[in-house]
């Protein structure tokens, strides 16, 4: 069955350092993977997605994710954190015609 | 772009009523989604909806729960007699199928008291 880990509930950085964002999946066939941001009170953004193809994928905002089928990973990152990326991150795998979440990681930003 | 909308943003209801929560997916989006977040939980999925009619739900979709897309623009979730543990954010999600991603509505905010 699908699913996804995301390792580490709550992640803090200094402004203009790295993010790196944690997503392991399970899957028995090739698996369709995506990151979404909640910024508080509002709905999920997507913020990319991986089907097939390049493994490197670029969203938006400056995040990137990358697909690595030997480690069964997809882990999400940005070179230099801005205050305004502060949010929750969800990645999440399809499975059939829906979504399985992660249960999210909260990204704080400090000045 | 176009936007998945969701009506009203904060619904308070006491315990044992009905609660109707409204959504307008994107237009030409053929599937459909109810998804709910309790507080500090992660998101998790309800039920989807295709063809006019529920071709997949979880564990939580019982019997108290219902969808319809009553006019062909509107996709409605009914909660039909409501409990405390029914409080959560409830979101809409609609998608054009295949490999493209769900588009998410700003979620209803549900409090049974």
């Known amino acids: 069955a699908q699913s996804v880990t995301q390792l580490g509930s709550h992640v803090s950085v200094s402004e203009g350092a790295l993010v790196l964002l944690r997503c392991n999946y399970s899957s028995s066939v090739p698996p369709y993977l995506f990151w979404y941001v909640q910024y508080p009170n509002q709905g999920l953004q997507l913020l990319l997605k991986y089907t097939t193809g390049a493994t490197l994928v670029k969203g938006i905002n400056g995040f990137e994710a990358e697909f690595k089928k030997s480690e069964t990973s997809f882990h999400l990152t940005k070179p230099s954190a801005h205050m305004s990326d502060a949010a929750e991150y969800f990645c999440?795998?399809?499975?059939?015609?829906?979504?399985?979440f992660g249960t999210g990681t909260r990204l704080q930003v400090f000045p | 772009e176009p936007e998945v909308t969701q009506t009203p943003s904060h619904q308070v209801t006491q315990m044992g009523q009905e609660v109707i929560l409204r959504c307008v997916p994107i237009s030409n989006h053929l599937y459909f989604y109810w998804y709910r977040q309790i507080l500090g939980q992660k998101v998790e999925f309800l039920v989807s909806f295709y063809n006019n009619e529920i071709s997949e739900k979880s564990e939580i979709f019982d019997d108290q729960f219902s969808v319809e897309r009553p006019d062909g623009s509107n996709f409605t979730l009914k909660i039909r007699s409501t409990k405390l543990e029914d409080s959560a954010m409830y979101f809409c999600?609609?998608?054009?199928?295949?490999?493209?991603?769900?588009?998410f509505g700003n979620g209803t905010r549900l409090t049974v008291t």
């Open positions: 999440a795998v399809r499975l059939t015609d829906k979504l399985i």
């Open positions: 999600a609609s998608g054009a199928g295949g490999r493209s991603p769900l588009h």
